[in-house]
């Protein structure tokens, strides 16, 4: 097999180029259709204590850069995605995301969006230290201009398709990755040794202000909502609050547990479990995940293609066996490069989402039989 690396020229690794389409002419009708004939294999797979589901994700390249700032050319974008996942042999239906930055929270403390050309917005941190946070007035995220625009866009793509296509939640952080939009991620890390229950305190606000924030969310998208959300594999039939928790592999894993784990889990209860996504290399950070009360599913990345730094599949395939919790698995690669990956991570008692970047709709129907082959041979 040749050697594959990850492509540094690609704005987004794992972006597809689509052809907008404007929302009167898409065909809600059929849509609903093909999402409808999944479900039932989706609500099977959750009640499962194994399985396997292939979800081929089309995500439209620009929506999480500079084409969220506008929320008509990002729905015209991501109907494009869904117009063409439905020529994917797939087990999961793509879904819409109102996505419009990460760093929403810094609003709720006066923090405003700076947009450099092309790029997603980005935000400067306003405080130096925790204590700051703790002293300093904020509003709901929904009372800001930032928080507004995200639920104008909700309600956008709802008044455009009618429920009749599944829609996620904005883009969710966890409390530990919003502190780092508040405060320089040095001198969050030194707070967190010298002031930890200042630390916990400030983390408890920001998962208060946030839980705020998404039942408005969810209030607006009703049934239609597409679980957990963002970069997993997301299904009506799902659930769970899917954390972006990059920063948690920089911390001791004692540490995180004592300053952190209880704000995760209160978004579990609240949302229907934990559900956790940090890029690179995070296997030392198993345990941790596997001993949240609560959780649902985890996600990594498992080829060179995907992240420059991919978890080994078979030290996952060896930890999630039998622990009831659903590995959300991204490999972006040729047909051989994911199935080489998907078949380190395949064993009995796993409950396996196969993400897939397949460039063609043959090589993602040859990879889809692959895969499902390779499920028969081990029941």
């Known amino acids: 097999m040749l050697e594959t690396k990850f492509d540094t020229t690609l704005r987004d690794s794992q972006g597809t180029a689509v052809a907008p389409v404007a929302p009167e002419q898409f065909d809600l009708n059929a849509y609903q259709e093909y ?18 589901l292939v979800y081929r994700r089309v995500r439209a390249d620009g929506v999480f850069y500079d084409k969220c700032r506008d929320y008509k050319e990002s729905l015209a974008l991501q109907l494009g995605a869904l117009r063409m996942s439905m020529g994917y042999k797939a087990d999961i239906a793509n879904f819409l995301e109102p996505w419009y930055g990460i760093g929403y929270i810094a609003s709720s403390f006066g923090g405003k969006y700076r947009w450099d050309e092309g790029q997603a917005p980005s935000v400067e941190q306003p405080f130096e230290s925790v204590s700051q946070i703790l002293q300093s007035d904020y509003v709901p995220v929904s009372a800001t201009d930032t928080g507004k625009h995200t639920l104008e866009m909700i309600e956008y793509f709802m008044d455009k398709t009618k429920g009749k296509v599944p829609v996620s939640f904005s883009d969710i952080q966890s409390p530990m990755n919003m502190l780092s939009y508040l405060v320089p991620v040095t001198n969050l890390f030194y707070d967190i040794i010298d002031e930890p229950e200042k630390v916990e305190e400030a983390a408890g606000l ?16 009703g049934d239609a909502l597409a679980r957990p959300g963002h970069g997993f594999a997301s299904s009506r039939e799902f659930t769970g609050v899917g954390l972006s928790n990059d920063l948690s ?3 001791q894993e004692d540490d995180y547990e004592d300053v952190f784990k209880s704000c995760d889990e209160r978004l579990g209860d609240e949302f ?43 030290v996952f395939g060896d930890a999630f066996a039998g622990s009831g919790i659903i590995l959300n698995a991204r490999a972006v690669g040729s047909c051989e490069t994911a199935m080489d990956a998907f078949s380190k991570l395949w064993r009995p008692g796993q409950k396996l989402i196969c993400v897939t970047y397949c460039k063609t709709c043959e090589e993602q129907e040859r990879l889809y039989k692959k895969l499902h082959e390779m499920e028969r041979g081990i029941r």
């Open 206 to 221: 920001l998962t208060d202000l946030l839980t705020d924030f998404l039942k408005e969310q969810r209030k607006l998208i």
């Open 35 to 52: 999402e409808a004939e999944l479900l039932e294999n989706n609500r099977e797979f959750v009640k499962a204590g194994e399985g396997l």
């Open 249 to 251: 592999i920089m911390l």
């Open 272 to 314: 229907g479990g934990v559900v956790y996504h940090s890029c690179g290399v995070w296997e030392k950070k198993i345990n941790m995940v596997k001993n949240y009360r609560n959780v649902f599913m985890a996600d990594g990345a498992f080829t060179p293609e995907t992240d420059p730094a991919p978890n080994r599949p078979e």
